[in-house]
């Protein structure tokens, strides 16, 4: 097995198997981890003990892209995106300008840190620092001078190591992963062969090498639940990084048919197409996300003890590893002004029903989100949970890198719209799609609320 070329149908399975054969990507097989580490989630907090981030000195939130305030924008809205993008990024060089731009902030995120810190496996939930920077230069290799070069891997006989699917995070800590200073000459020797092959062959129709700019981007939001979770610099926001909500109350939407996913003519991932249209009643949906001070509301209002509010999936997750507030709220003071974050879809959940509401399906989200009725605020900060069950949208085409989407369909992971204060703008669009279990909390996931019209 290679890096990201699985049988996807093969792993197919149920139950508990479904998790531990399904999904060897991420995400997935950090929920295969948990089932075998109980109370990982839950007990992340006590156990890990968070030592407070120091915002001033150490944080690693300087780079403006992930922290820039600013609502939604379309790809082609973004200044970023230009340079970088879809049918811009047809150019060779700007493909490895946007590649070289992705690199710089990955290295900048791990500056700081001595090898120590970068190898330690810091929880069972997440890898290595140093396996995702390796996973990273892995995809790269694979897809751009192997497949779409036609190249020998580099280093072939480090292929299953960076497998996400054949490698489980709980695994991760033990690897002989590359480490120092042969990490980070392999990173650069596979940028290298890369942009020779991207020289000499030009970058195609975008595709491949959208998918390895953005796949780096993500690993670097991946590496920053990492970091919240061992309590590193670098894994809460900095002071800047929220913007501004001036309004509370609702934005009411018309019902009515509307034209769901991403056009055609510019890259999206492949769980963003086909645009197809959708029927939806008139809802109400919230202006802003929920705030710390309204959670602190709910916590103190007895929010996790009312049955009543809770789902039994969720109540019953909630007892099992006794959750009694967000996570990353020990020891660590909350801005009541600022959005919640760090919240599962269960205690989502639970709160939109305390407070006579619901969460928003994904296509009422995006509808809201693209709808020039009036901006969604706060959409830059944290994801946002959404109603609605991953799943392929009517005609899903697969893209080369079949196991991106596909494997994680129908299998219990709830959709998130928006984006965080650690996403790169160009994968905060008001069509992508993220996706997590009920349970995950070390995502930087809040709420946004809605309700029937
Ligand atoms: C889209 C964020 C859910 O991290 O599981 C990274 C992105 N896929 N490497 C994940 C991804 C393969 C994916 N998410
Ligand atoms: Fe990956």
Redesign the pocket.
Known sequence: MTVGQHDVGRRRGAGVQRFEAVGR???VEQHAALREQEGVDGLADARMGHAPVDQAGGDLVHERPGAQPGPLTNRDGCADEARVAGTEMSGTTQVISALDLARERTLALVDDFDDTTLERAWTPMMSPLAWDLGHIAAYEDLWIAHRHGGLPLLRPELADLYD?FETPRTARGDLDFLRGAELRTHLSEVRGRSTDVLEREGPGDGTITEMVAN?EL??Q??MRQTLFLAGLPGGRPSAEAEHPVDRDGWIEVPGGPFEMGARDGRFAFDNERPRHPVALRPFRIARRPVTNATWLTFTEGGGYERREWWSDEGWAWKEEYDITHPQGWDGTPVDPRLAVLHVSWFEADAFARSQRARLPTEAEWERAATSAQETLQGTAFGWEWTATEFHGYPGFVPHPYRE?SAPFFDAGYRVLRGGSWATHPRLRTPTNR???LPQRRQIFSGVRLAQDA
């Open positions: 990507e991420h995400g996400a796949h993500q690993h939001e991946t991106y993220n996706w997590d």
